[in-house]
């Protein structure tokens, strides 16, 4: 038995929510389907799943027309590309990172992706993983290397735009950046907040 | 016993039907989702106020779960680690969908009021409470909901919300003032 309200009322409001919920009587078998998509990476991969690309034989069917409106745009993207990279995007990765935990490292223009570093500066952690707009608040998704002791970085390709971010200390722990903004999220808690600009010519 | 799919749900432990998915038995996976949909369901519902909504989010979690089943270090505890990782997808929901106005599935109500004494008022009650309970703020009727409906301790509440202890009791006491505001008029009807 767990802390608990002697209050009436409260337990009265308690009893109502406990009543079981309907769901989809097809709930179960959906979540069994959604385990196979294409987009889920299986517990035991096969090689074919590992590597479709790899193993799988294709199969292309074009028409006449077909082929040479293909022909025309791989003409057209070669010819765009040799013009737009003429000089190349180079990415410098910045070592200069004193009360700043985002810093912008290069810049590919604008409607590109931009690569930002974030940094969180800890000793003693075992993991530190970012969650934020950019990845679902997906806990799993982006950890931090950390590159001396206690500097923790990552460096994500981003569209110039703003992001609410935090980071996961040790899994359990949601921290915000302490050298940037912050924003009240619906719980009650901060996020971080950056905003990733686009290349100034 | 409870079927599913064949499969019983009563007789392994979670760390046994967890050892089986991971050996490769991925249909397994349906015996943990039998026997934590309903209960995970329930607060999802209660937390997103729509059952579309729910659905979305527990079905995303209950895929989420299976991807990572390996980080899962404790796998007789998998329904904390599980809970873990649905209270983050209805966080991501709710921010999502920001502050539209949530609609709580009316059958239901309708449903469960049906057999009842005085099923009218059965059913403004309830629907007077979803409403209440979807006024709340978020990180309220998450604490609300944690704490009185999953009766959750406030060291578990602290381990699936990532805030503090005192944080969560400060939230609980606030979600029932409000909830007593909003419902006194209709529980003095």
């Excluded at chain 2, 329930?42 to 729509?50: C, D, H, I, K």
Aim: aromatic share 8%.
């Amino acid at each position: 038995m767990t802390e608990h309200s002697r209050d009436p009322f409260i337990d009265q409001i308690a009893a109502e929510l406990k009543r079981p919920v309907r769901l989809d009587p097809r709930f179960d078998d959906r979540v069994m389907e959604a385990l196979n998509a294409p987009d889920v990476i299986p517990l035991h991969p096969t090689r074919e799943q590992r590597r479709p690309w790899l193993v799988r034989p294709w199969t292309v069917r074009v028409s006449p027309i077909g082929a040479f409106a293909a022909a025309a745009a791989l003409v057209g993207v070669v010819a765009f590309s040799a013009w737009q990279f003429r000089p190349i995007d180079q990415v410098q990765v910045s070592s200069e990172q004193v009360g700043g935990n985002l810093t912008p490292v290069a810049n590919a223009g604008e409607n590109q992706l931009v690569v930002h570093q974030f940094t969180y500066y800890q000793k003693g952690l075992q993991s530190i993983s970012l969650v934020g707009e950019f990845n679902d608040w997906d806990d799993d998704s982006t950890t931090l290397t950390e590159v001396s002791p206690g500097v923790w970085t990552v460096s994500l390709r981003l569209r110039p735009g703003v992001y609410e971010y935090q980071f996961i200390l040790n899994g359990k722990q949601r921290v915000t950046d302490p050298t940037m903004p912050q924003i009240s999220n619906d719980f009650g808690s901060p996020n971080s907040v950056v905003t990733v600009s686009p290349k100034v010519p | 016993m409870t079927q599913t799919r064949g499969l019983p749900i009563q007789n392994d432990s979670d760390a046994a039907v967890v050892a089986r998915v991971l050996a490769g038995d991925s249909g397994a996976y349906a015996i943990i989702v039998a026997r934590y949909r309903a209960q995970y369901g329930r607060y999802a519902v209660r937390m997103l106020g729509s059952r579309e909504d729910a659905e979305e989010a527990l079905q995303d979690a209950f895929v989420r779960a299976y991807r990572s089943l390996a980080k899962c270090d404790e796998p007789e505890r998998f329904a904390p680690w599980f809970f873990r990782i649905l209270a983050n997808r209805c966080r991501t929901a709710g921010t999502r969908r920001g502050r539209r106005e949530r609609t709580f599935v009316n059958d239901e109500i309708a449903l469960l009021s049906a057999s009842e004494e005085h099923p009218a008022e059965r059913a403004a009650w309830r629907e007077e409470l979803e409403r209440a309970l979807q006024r709340l703020d978020a990180d309220q009727r998450e604490a609300f909901l944690l704490k009185h409906v999953e009766e959750l301790g406030y060291d578990d509440m602290a381990v699936i919300t990532g805030v503090g202890v005192s944080a969560l009791k400060m939230r609980v006491k606030r979600a029932c003032e409000r909830l007593r505001v909003l419902l006194q008029e209709v529980q003095s009807d």
